[in-house]
């Protein structure tokens, strides 16, 4: 028999755009590979769709709050649907920031430096010796980010808006120099290690993301192998130590300039990772061998309740 997957896109997070791209990119392979697919644009009344849908599965494509935070996860728990991705307890410790890196500290995964202070406190004085980073504590795609440089005198002045519309309590995090790096994990297994070149951008934010050339990506990242291989098991580690379960990507920084420090740390690892053309998760698969409809045919046979 064939299954009915409800495919969970778009939203009310920042990441709208961005999970509707994933999420049709998902449903078109996924009815491509013979599945009956229904593409919710989730709004209030999710509830209310998902019980007259009666899906076998529930793809979540849902990026940022409210999708990867716990919270859906939670109405797909509560309505007994199958889904894919992380559980609730994973999804909203890996969605939190700061406890996320608390947890893969403990298993061993270095992090760099944080506090966790005020937006209007991180504005009146620098919160540690620049060059820092100011992040959101549950935001993902790079929203919010303000880098601090190392020659800055004063403190960024943006976090003082009337109208910022992220919550008060930020990350001060320790900027680390050198490469962007992803590794991506399906199940059991790291994929490869992928490196990320910014194109004409400060460093990998919303645009260098998800616009056409805003990014180079280079697969596999030209790094010595055993940091490579490093990445990997540390990939796997956070994945595990997190309870994510599916697909996860974890991102870090390695400064293995011939002037660096030769730090390599984790920054997060992402439990809804973007299924857009530009996105890095198909990419790595594709490398791997699993081409995009075998990928998002394995996320759904992956599926469950209880994760």
């Given amino acids: 028999m064939t299954k009915h997957v409800a495919v969970l896109m778009g939203g009310w997070a920042a990441e709208r755009p961005v999970s509707l791209s994933s999420g049709n990119a998902c449903a078109d392979a996924l009815e491509e590979a013979g599945y009956t697919v229904s593409r919710v644009d989730v709004d209030r009344n999710v509830v209310e769709i998902l019980k007259e849908l009666k899906p076998d599965v529930a793809f979540n494509a849902l990026h940022g709050p409210f ?18 991705h992380s559980g609730v307890m994973s999804s909203a410790l890996a969605m939190h920031k700061v406890k996320a890196k608390a947890v893969m500290k403990v298993a061993g995964v270095p992090v760099a430096e944080e506090r966790v202070v005020h937006r209007l406190e991180a504005a009146k004085q620098h919160v540690m010796a620049p060059p820092y980073v100011i992040k959101p504590i549950n935001e993902g795609s790079s929203f919010g980010v303000v880098i601090v440089k190392e020659d800055q005198e004063h403190p960024p002045q943006e976090l003082t808006r009337d109208d910022w519309p992220y919550p008060d309590v930020v990350m001060a995090e320790k900027f680390v120099a050198g490469r962007e790096l992803t590794c991506a994990v399906m199940g059991d297994v790291a994929l490869g290690v992928l490196e990320i070149v910014p194109m004409g951008h400060n460093f990998y934010d919303y645009d260098a993301k998800y616009v ?19 990445i990997q098991k540390l990939s796997l580690k956070a994945h595990q130590a997190l309870g994510c379960r599916g697909v996860s990507r974890a991102d870090f920084r390695l400064d293995d300039s011939s002037t660096g420090t030769g730090e390599l740390v984790c920054l997060e690892v992402n439990t809804q990772p973007g299924m857009t053309p530009t996105s890095l998760v198909p990419e ?24």
Avoid at 67 to 84: F, M, S
Avoid at 212 to 228: D, E, F, N, R
Avoid at 285 to 302: M, P, R
């Fill in 67 to 84: 999708g990867e935070d716990g919270c859906i996860q939670g109405v797909l728990e509560l309505l007994e649907i199958p889904y894919t």
């Fill in 212 to 230: 056409p050339g805003g990014s180079q990506h280079i697969l596999p990242a030209k790094i010595l192998p055993p940091v490579y291989q490093e």
């Fill in 284 to 307: 790595i698969a594709a490398e791997a061998g699993h081409d995009f409809k075998e990928l998002v045919s394995w996320i759904v046979e992956d599926a469950s309740c209880g994760r």
